[in-house]
């Protein structure tokens, strides 16, 4: 099985990517920061401190966490119930940038993820992705993004679908965001030493996929062949 690790910041565009790159490969994408943000929803509607350790802990024995695949399209069930676009809510961004630093929470998600990539061949987006979850995946890509380039891109992204805020709160969320993720002690959001950087604060979506299918052509010749 091909294991294909994009890497990188908030809103840098890695979900748009790899769910294109996926559709192009015929593979299999999986939107690991979604699983993050569905424990973060629960934590919230539980109305639980999402920085304290022993508080999140104690609620993981309540979620279930599963992913279904309808039309190529991923779906993340919290508890049995599709959230759909309820867990793109910027403050949910914080609760699971938040519950992602907590050792317990990522234990919790790794199997799952694991378990896909052993199943499947898998483009698979995160913040740690190529280090910790496929750290031999065949191709790591560590996609960023000015924040500026990045906050416009979210803030667009939100308001076409009538989620209401400001440019200026969604880059504020987005650098504290960032702090925290390159900060964290557990999993930090950092490149891996064989990933290769793609910085796509100039390209579009189009341009960016197609500087990405040319890094893995080069690495596994034979999907260019698909």
């Given at each position: ?86 867990i793109r809510q910027p403050d ?24 896909i990539a052993r199943e499947n ?106």
């Open positions: 099985m091909y294991q294909i690790a994009i890497d990188g910041p908030s809103g840098a565009g890695k979900s748009t990517v790899a769910k294109a790159l996926a559709k192009d490969l015929g593979i299999v994408y999986v939107d690991t920061g979604a699983l993050y943000r569905a424990v973060g929803y629960y934590v919230r509607e539980k109305g639980i401190d999402p920085k304290s350790g022993p508080d999140v802990e104690g609620i993981l024995p309540e979620i279930t966490v599963t992913i279904r695949y309808e039309n190529g399209a991923q779906h993340v069930l919290l508890n049995g119930e599709d959230l759909g676009d309820r949910i961004s914080m609760y699971a940038s938040a519950v992602s630093a907590i050792p317990a929470v990522r234990a919790f998600l790794l199997e799952t993820q694991r378990s061949n898998v483009v698979m987006d995160g913040r740690d992705i190529g280090t910790v979850i496929l750290p031999n995946a065949d191709v790591k890509i560590f996609l960023s993004a000015s924040s500026e380039a990045r906050a416009i891109r979210r803030y667009e992204e939100l308001k076409a679908k009538g989620i209401e805020t400001s440019l200026e709160e969604v880059l504020a969320d987005m650098e504290r965001r960032d702090k925290a993720d390159r900060e964290r002690d557990v999993a930090p959001a950092v490149a891996a030493p064989d990933a290769v950087p793609v910085d796509n604060s100039g390209l579009d979506a189009e341009q960016t996929l197609e500087c990405i299918k040319q890094i893995i052509f080069k690495k596994i010749p034979s999907f260019k062949t698909k």
